[in-house]
T-cell receptor, first 113, second 116 residues
Framework: GESVGLHLPTLSVQEGDNSIINCAYS??????FIWYKQESGKGPQFIID?????DKRQGQRVTVLLNKTVKHLSLQIAATQPGDSAVYFC????????????FGKGTHLIIQP | GAGVSQSPSNKVTEKGKDVELRCDPI?????LYWYRQSLGQGLEFLIY????????KSGLPSDRFSAERTGGSVSTLTIQRTQQEDSAVYLC??????????????FGPGTRLTVL
């Protein structure tokens, strides 16, 4: 069935390195995408979003890339810090569907000291 | 300012009992959402409210699940005759408008439900 998913369940990077978290989606009609960060015991926290009419958006230390041709979304985190350790979820908004977001299963990012 | 709050933070119940979970959205947010997160999984959309009405209830997993929202603010999610597979973290989110196209959803800390 159609879903939003992630390529890797766990990603380990050295502190200070850049990290890239990937997400594949299958609904080409999805028009809005969000990356959330979830720390243990907390609710998801918005990181950055992107609309389908864009292919790149930058925030503070984070960049989201959208490739609609291959239905791929990525989150780049520059100069990772210990506080970046968390589970990262991509989510899509599908037109015509319920107004809740469809989430992928998440990638656990581990920052090694 | 205050964020989304949920109560209780943890709930342990016996199979067959009813439970009520509460969500207080951010003041002024018209849209409210309920999600369920099973251990190690992503979030599963359950239901959303625009004001007091719920245009789409298709995400509710069974007729044991119901939700209401009164006064355009607080919402309660009720699970009747709980089953062990209902064990999960139930997350509530709110946004200032209908949740699409740039309207960020703000999440509460969740209620961890354990059904014994």
């Amino acid at each position: 069935g159609e879903s939003v998913g992630l390529h890797l369940p766990t990603l380990s990077v050295q502190e200070g390195d850049n990290s890239i978290i990937n997400c594949a989606y299958s609904n080409s009609a999805s028009d809005y995408f969000i990356w959330y960060k979830q720390e243990s015991g907390k609710g998801p926290q918005f990181i950055i979003d992107i609309r389908s009419n864009m292919d790149k958006r930058q925030g503070q230390r984070v960049t989201v890339l959208l490739n609609k041709t291959v239905k791929h979304l990525s989150l780049q985190i520059a100069a990772t810090q210990p506080g970046d350790s968390a589970v990262y979820f991509c989510a899509e908004n599908r037109p015509g569907g319920a107004d809740g977001l469809t989430f992928g299963k998440g990638t656990h990012l581990i920052i090694q000291p | 300012g205050a964020g989304v709050s949920q109560s209780p933070s943890n709930k342990v119940t016996e199979k067959g009992k009813d439970v009520e979970l509460r969500c207080d959205p951010i003041s002024g947010h018209t849209a409210l959402y309920w999600y369920r997160q099973s251990l190690g999984q992503g979030l599963e959309f359950l239901i959303y409210f625009q004001g007091n009405s719920a245009p789409d209830k298709s995400g509710l997993p069974s007729d044991r699940f119901s939700a209401e929202r009164t006064g355009g603010s607080v919402s309660t999610l009720t699970i009747q005759r709980t089953q062990q597979e209902d064990s999960a973290v139930y997350l509530c989110a709110s946004s200032s408008q209908q949740g699409r196209m740039g309207n960020e959803q703000f999440f509460g800390p969740g209620t961890r439900l354990t059904v014994l």
